[in-house]
Structure formats: structure tokens, C-alpha cells
């Protein structure tokens, strides 16, 4: 049965956005971090909110209804094909975006 994030919105903040930049975007800041390769924002964006709204919940490694981690297939998308997004309730039915990578480890 596939378990689906509780409804609610989910935000991306400074904090969340610098993070996704900073270790998983630039090339010369924590070099042994997955990255985005060939995205533009907008790209990213959407599928962001892809696998928020469509993806299914990675219990393993989840911690409900605290933090959540989401994954969802993407061909080409690091070494497992699949973008990891992990979101932390704020409050009821809100939550915000901790990080967003390409899975390549486990």
C-alpha cells in the first residue's frame, strides 16, 4: 500500500533553500555531497513539487509525523535515479523543506 504525505502545505525557506544550494548545488562547497547536475530553478521547482505531491514515503528512513522523506523516480537523477526530499512538520498541516538531493547512497 503506498502512504502518501498527510495534506497540508509544504514551504521552502531561506534556511531549506541555502541548504539545497549550498551542499547539493554548488561544485566547490562539500565536494562529497550529491548534487544537481543540468537543472534550472525552475526545473528543480517542479519537481520538487512532484514528489511532494506524488511520491511515496520512504518509512526507513522517516520519522512521522515529525519528518518525512520522499522519494521519487527521475531517469538520470543521480546514481539510484531518484530525488530524495526530506520535509519537517512546522505545525499542523504545514511543513517546510529540510533538503533535496539525488539519491546516491543509501
Not at 541555502?18 to 537543472?39: A, N, V
Not at 518525512?68 to 519537517?88: S, T
Request: glycine residues 4%; hydrophobic residues 35%; aromatic residues 8%.
Amino acid at each position: 500500500m503506498r502512504r502518501l504525505l498527510p495534506r497540508g502545505d509544504v514551504i521552502i525557506d531561506k534556511n531549506g533553500a541555502k541548504h539545497i544550494i549550498e551542499r547539493h548545488i554548488l561544485e566547490e562547497k562539500w565536494q562529497y555531497k550529491s548534487k544537481f547536475k543540468y537543472l534550472t530553478a525552475d526545473m528543480l521547482l517542479q519537481m520538487l513539487k512532484e514528489t511532494i505531491e506524488t511520491s511515496e514515503i520512504n518509512c526507513g528512513r522517516s520519522n512521522p509525523p515529525n519528518e518525512v522523506v520522499l522519494e521519487k523516480y527521475y531517469y538520470g537523477l543521480g546514481a539510484k535515479n531518484k530525488l530524495r526530499v526530506v520535509i519537517r512538520k512546522v505545525s499542523d498541516n504545514l511543513y517546510r523543506i529540510v533538503t533535496a538531493h539525488p539519491v546516491d547512497w543509501d
